[in-house]
Structures are given as structure tokens and as C-alpha cells.
């Protein structure tokens, strides 16, 4: 039998006396696209930044590929690190660097690659979201919010991920540019067939793009299933995040 892709085990997070988490365990099966929701407060960008290994757990333990996040093997580490890429709420792009440098900055990295083929697959990676080649020299100050959106998640698949990791993926976005981006992000996961967990609070985003959810609330998970047997879960956040899904339209 293949390991989930990621696989969270007894995960419990305190803050000083603050506990965010009790006993979360989750599994995300590859070629899945899993949705993270929970009310503010809930601890699901804290869940998040674990699952990538940004943030250590107080108990429990977070793999990714069968192998734990934060394996004291600095190879492993890092081996695993280059299997998942991250597109951040605000796209996080360096503001000091082109299109062109930010999107090439990973390939950068490995130090194996020559900059004639690293310009070839940067301008690959441009082109499988949507962006021209005139737009490579552009800054990130230059872009508009959409523009960041597609520049971050070029960036985020340039080493060709297993994983792609979303952080509120369409906050920022106006509907037309967030629907387009979500279109595109579901294009690029049936085409590469990478497994996806994302934050988000957008319910046009998650319905766009979740082929299951869970949902957070008072410290634990208290919904794990497709969009619609969490739906049908009676339980208060439950009821209240998925109003405006159950209300018959014109109502």
C-alpha cells in the first residue's frame, strides 16, 4: 500500500498556554486536492506551516512521503523539501528580483543546472501559466495582483513537485481573476498530476478546487470527507462556514 503524501500524526500545538491543536491526525492520499478551513483563530495556517516544516509541533509528528518533515538527517530534509513547492498568501515574491530571477531562484539553487536550460525552463514555467515572454523583466512592483498570483506559482512548480502547498491561494483577487485562477490551478494538477492542500477561507475556491475538506474548529478536526459529507456534518462552525452553499439560490 502507497504512504498518504502527507500523513499527520497525533499533532498537538501549544503556544505557552495557548493550545492551537489536540490531537489533529489527517492523511492526504497522492493526487488528491485537500481544503483546510476553520474560523479564525482555528490553528489551519499553523497546521499549514507544520505540514511544510516552518513550525515544529509540540506532539505528534508530520511526514511528507513516508518521511518525517523534520528528519534529523539534514539530506533527508532537504530531499523531501524539493518534493513540494509553496505559493504564499501574498505570493512572497523577492522585490528586488525580475519574473525571470524569481521564478529561476529554485532552479538556482541546486547548483546542477546550466543558465541556458534554466532559461528554458523558467520560460516553460511562464508559459504553463499564462504569462508571456515580454514579462519576464518585469519587477514584482510592475505586477498587478493576478499577475503576482501566477509569477508565485510558477515559481512554486519550476522543480516540478509532487506537492503543491496553497496559502489562501485567491485572497486579493477580484471573482473574475480568483475564478481564473483556480480554473488554471485545476488545469495544471490534471496535467501534472500533483497532490494539493490548501487554507482557504473562499467557498467559490474550495468548491472550484477540493476534491475533499476538513475542517477546524475548537482545537481539533471536526469534519474529514468530500465537500458534501462535510456539508452534511452537524456541527456549529460546520453549519455556519457552508450557509451561504446550502441556501437555495435567489434566497
Do not use: Y
Not at 489527517?26 to 513550525?55: I, N, P, Q
Request: hydrophobic share 45%.
Amino acid at each position: 500500500m502507497n504512504e498518504p503524501v502527507i500523513d499527520v500524526r497525533g499533532v498537538w500545538t501549544r503556544f505557552g498556554e495557548t493550545v492551537v491543536h489536540e490531537d489533529i491526525s489527517l492523511a492526504v492520499e497522492r493526487g488528491e486536492m485537500l481544503g483546510l478551513v476553520g474560523g479564525s483563530g482555528s490553528g489551519k495556517t499553523t497546521l499549514l506551516r507544520e505540514v511544510v516544516g516552518l513550525l515544529r509541533p509540540s506532539r505528534g509528528e508530520v511526514r511528507l512521503f513516508g518521511r518525517p518533515i523534520l528528519d534529523p538527517d539534514p539530506d533527508v530534509r532537504r530531499e523531501v523539501r524539493r518534493r513540494f513547492g509553496m505559493l504564499f498568501q501574498q505570493g512572497a515574491l523577492f522585490s528586488a528580483l525580475s519574473v525571470f530571477d524569481n521564478i529561476a531562484f529554485p532552479l538556482r539553487e541546486l547548483k546542477r543546472l546550466d543558465e541556458p536550460l534554466i532559461r528554458d525552463l523558467v520560460l516553460m514555467k511562464m508559459a504553463m501559466v499564462e504569462l508571456a515572454p515580454e514579462m519576464a523583466g518585469l519587477m514584482p512592483a510592475e505586477l498587478s495582483g493576478g499577475m503576482v498570483k501566477r509569477v508565485a506559482l510558477a515559481r512554486a512548480l519550476a522543480l516540478e513537485p509532487e506537492l503543491l502547498v496553497l496559502d489562501e491561494p485567491t485572497a486579493g483577487l477580484d471573482p473574475d481573476r480568483s475564478e481564473n485562477f483556480v480554473k488554471l490551478i485545476r488545469t495544471l494538477q490534471r496535467e501534472l498530476d500533483f497532490t494539493v492542500i490548501m487554507v482557504t477561507h473562499d467557498l467559490a475556491t474550495l468548491a472550484g478546487l477540493a476534491s475533499r475538506v476538513a475542517a477546524l474548529s475548537e482545537r481539533r478536526l471536526v469534519a474529514h470527507g468530500t465537500l458534501e459529507e462535510v456539508m452534511a456534518v452537524d456541527h456549529p462552525f460546520v453549519r455556519s462556514f457552508f450557509a451561504s452553499l446550502r441556501r437555495p439560490a435567489g434566497a
